[in-house]
């Protein structure tokens, strides 16, 4: 099967060029302006954006939390991701305390295996340390999982400082990078006890129990400890200017680190938690909470300035029942927001139309670094010879609403609700196979993704 992408404009991390494309066995065979159509199916692209499959490396699909399970699975989240543009998405293996990284991974990929129709890896979550665990990371890095996540926040996965210390090490040993979530957990306790004492039980308290300064503090922590263990880490879903100025502290000290922020950080502000009506605050409740405009602010100028390597969507959905959980408790509400679905067209809406960022630069946080950072370039993130044929065809004429009464993410409400796009995702192709067409899904099946070092 054979299919020419005739006269897009071919985006890169460097800009915007004319030329056909062509995809044959899955991959990308040639990109060349006037490329003869030969015995391949002529798409015409004339006035469209060609973006490499976007990639997300930060979603959350069949997850437990808080005695409920996330309302997207890897059937309806992976098809979300597909219908935005999203042709990878790098979700979180999380072992239960006790239970070996091996036995945490087989269980996870059983999750996703036949039930993705987008291409997916994972990222090791080690939430427990001892002689066992440390083995296997090296094991893990050679098995093609080669990021981790730790968690500086949330009791039952947090690790102590020695041991976090630790790991650091050890993935210096192994050459693995891990994503690290920055908040102080022992203060927001402390004001989460507060709030609950005085009976301020609403979602208002909320970001009110995790101040920036609290997850800059953590930040700044981590960075130290990452500049005494020697090895690169990753800043998952940086929110707030404070967080910012400690990732630029430590880069001045020459510290390798990469940032990562999220749709919301960049569009949505806290106002939204004193809401009177509990639902439409508790639908925003996620950690780290949304902040200030002028955090918004600050992200987008990091943004332009190169600052941040990715934008990735925490994608980590609720329906509004289950958000209905914490009526009495702010503690009770699950934390997480859905967004994997509109991540492109926001990021082109409110960066490129805007212009706040080019269209290379959105190829850079959406494809490239991803790509690079996870160890799946020169595979994704780019269009180029060899390269798998996922490509998506962004139509910057067709303006669009994201509305919760259209997308295929299975809960029952977006944060962007009522949200105007300029342009949108018109088709997605997945490993040279045509995957969606004007919104409509085809069927498709996602592949495991192994993956090696850092290469950004
Ligand atoms: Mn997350």
């Not at 129990?209 to 263990?229: D, I």
């Not at 993130?381 to 962004?394: E, L, N, Q, W």
Request: proline residues 4%; contains cysteine.
């Amino acid at each position: 099967m054979k299919t020419l992408l005739k006269g897009g404009g071919v985006v890169s991390g460097l800009g915007v060029r004319r030329a056909d494309v062509l995809l044959a066995d899955g991959k990308v065979a040639a990109v060349e302006a006037g490329l003869p159509a030969g015995d391949a199916e002529v798409v015409d692209c004339g006035g469209k954006l060609l973006f490499p499959g976007f990639i997300d490396a930060h979603t959350h699909f069949d997850l437990e939390v808080a005695g409920t399970i996330t309302a997207d699975d890897f059937a309806t989240g992976s098809r979300a991701a597909l219908r935005g543009g999203t042709t990878t998405v790098i979700d979180f293996a999380a072992p239960d305390k006790g239970e070996s990284l091996a036995r945490g991974l087989a269980r996870w990929r059983e999750k996703a295996e036949g039930r993705a129709a987008c291409d997916y890896g994972f990222h090791m979550t080690i939430d427990d340390w001892n002689g066992d665990i440390s083995r296997e990371i090296g094991e893990m890095a050679a098995l093609g999982i080669p990021s981790f996540k730790m968690y500086m926040t949330y009791p039952a996965m947090m690790l102590s400082e020695g041991e976090m210390f630790q790991a650091l090490r050890r993935l210096r040993e192994v050459g693995g990078i891990a994503g690290v979530h920055c908040e102080n957990d022992g203060v927001i306790r402390q004001l989460t006890a507060e709030a609950k004492a005085a009976g301020r039980l609403s979602p208002a308290s909320h970001p009110r129990t995790r101040p920036a300064p609290l997850e800059a503090e953590a930040v700044g922590h981590l960075l130290r400890l990452a500049q005494l263990a020697d090895v690169p880490v990753i800043i998952v879903h940086l929110s707030c200017r404070e967080s910012l100025d400690e990732v630029r502290a430590a880069r001045r000290r020459g510290q390798r680190v990469y940032v990562e922020t999220c749709p919301h950080y960049l569009l949505l502000e806290d106002s939204v938690y004193d809401q009177r009506e509990f639902l439409e605050a508790a639908k925003y409740v996620c950690a780290p909470p949304l902040r200030r405009w002028e955090d918004q602010e600050a992200l987008w100028a990091a943004l332009r300035g190169g600052e941040i390597d990715t934008v990735a969507t925490d994608h980590c959905s609720f329906t509004l029942a289950q958000k209905r959980a914490g009526r009495y408790d702010f503690t009770k509400i699950p934390g997480g927001l859905p967004g994997v679905e509109h991540r492109g067209a926001l990021l082109y809406t409110h960066g490129v139309a805007s212009g706040r960022i080019t269209e290379a630069g959105m190829c850079r946080v959406l494809c490239e670094n991803p790509a690079k950072l996870y160890g799946c370039w020169p595979r994704k993130g780019v269009i180029a010879p060899g390269s798998d044929g996922d490509v998506v065809v962004y139509d910057p004429k067709a303006d669009g609403v994201i509305t919760a009464s259209d997308q295929a993410q299975n809960v029952d409400y977006t944060p962007y609700e009522g949200y105007r796009t300029r342009g949108s995702v018109t088709r997605v192709y997945l490993r040279g196979r045509l995957a969606v067409d004007q919104g409509a899904m085809l069927e498709t099946a996602g592949e495991f993704l192994t993956r090696g070092r850092n290469q950004l």
